[in-house]
């Protein structure tokens, strides 16, 4: 089975990681084929390229899959999308993220691809966004949905957000969530000498959270509005 993978960029980030990982998996299977399309990985965040890039035929570079809104390079973007799909005869196209979930999807329909799956790695509308924006992405996502066959959820609260703006139904989510190595964290223990080190007490209960320094990572939630509850 041909399957195919679209992203927008392959920086440091939860949606990449799951991607890369789900692409590295599927690619032990006999019966499958994988590739992965993403756009220039830019920004302050880092990259993961190198970790599929030394892998012959499978990471292709599409310059003109960008992540800011650009209707030149967005037109482009779709009609290479589609060509290569064709090319590689694509059974299953798996898009994540916003601009390649939308581009891709539009083109493997475009590309007669049988089956269409997008990941919901986070929203790209909400509160942190002007009413426009919202109802132009809400719109793009909400013709995305009408052309494609599932989405891939990684938690109800996300699928409810989508369904409550239009996108897609409720038949077409499945909730699938993202696997990882328990050992670790069965085998934790306290660790006294880092706790006096960081000046905390042998009973004092510990909350910790490892994410970038973004907004959208909910950090004031944690942090701030929570600690009247405590």
Partial sequence: MRVTHVITRLIVGGAQENTVNSVLGLRQRPDMDVNLISGPTTGPEG???????????LLTILPEL???????KDTWALRRLAEIFRA???????????????????????????????????????????ALANGAVSRCRALCGQSHHAFR??????????????????????RIVSGFVL?????????????????IGPGDFVVGKIARLSRLKGH?????????NW
């Fill in 153 to 174: 959820g990684r938690c109800p609260g996300m699928t409810e957000q989508y369904l409550a703006a239009g996108i897609g139904r409720r038949a077409q989510y499945t």
């Fill in 88 to 130: 590689q005869r694509s059974e299953i196209v798996h898009t994540h993220s916003g601009k390649a979930g939308v581009l891709g999807r539009l083109a493997a329909r475009r590309a007669g691809v049988p089956v269409i799956v997008h990941t919901i790695h986070g929203p790209s509308f909400g509160s942190f966004q002007g």
């Fill in 183 to 199: 050992q670790p964290f069965l085998s934790a223990r306290d660790h006294p000498e880092l706790r006096e080190r960081l000046g």
């Fill in 47 to 57: 990259s993961i390229e190198s970790e599929v890039a030394s892998i012959p035929g």
């Fill in 66 to 72: 960008v992540r800011p809104v650009h209707p030149w």
């Fill in 220 to 228: 004031d939630d944690l942090f701030c509005r929570r600690r009247r």
